[in-house]
């Protein structure tokens, strides 16, 4: 059962981006069938946790790029929200390590909160802003 079900309210219009958020979605997805399954003792669980961060990085790291190249003037609040993000994932990873017992099952709820809160509203505003700036549509973005 999905705990992020991917919709089509959640596209932004860019190609790169959509694909690269139906991927993150994908993975926390996986991520709480494996606790619902009861594998988050498995070392599977922080594997793909470990994918997750690393996946948002890369993915952060495009928006990011994006913003600066276009000089989005939210910059800074956005860059905020994603380095809080990458932290919660960083110390998610970081207590599996030190104990899987106390490892939080609600990891994937809070990723997926985060995600479709982030998408509807940061992630609409920048790539509208992004198209206002090279009056051009957002798939044409480069990324």
């Known amino acids: 059962m999905s705990i992020a079900p991917w919709s089509d309210e959640y596209c932004t219009d ?53 913003m600066r190249t276009y000089q989005y003037p939210n910059y800074e609040v956005h860059f905020g929200m994603h380095r809080r993000l990458c932290r919660k994932v960083r110390s998610a990873l970081e207590k599996y390590d030190r104990d899987t017992d106390a490892f939080s099952h609600d990891v994937p709820q809070v990723l997926a909160d985060w995600m479709i809160h982030h998408i509807r509203g940061e992630d609409r505003q920048t790539i509208a802003f992004l198209q206002s700036r090279i009056k051009a549509p957002a798939t044409t973005l480069k990324a």
């Open 14 to 66: 860019h190609h790169v981006i959509d694909t690269q958020h139906q991927t993150l979605f994908e993975l926390v997805n996986r991520i709480h069938d494996a606790i619902i399954a009861g594998e988050s003792h498995c070392s599977a669980v922080r594997a793909m946790l470990a994918d997750f961060e690393v996946l948002a990085q890369e993915h952060f790291e495009l928006e990011e790029e994006l």
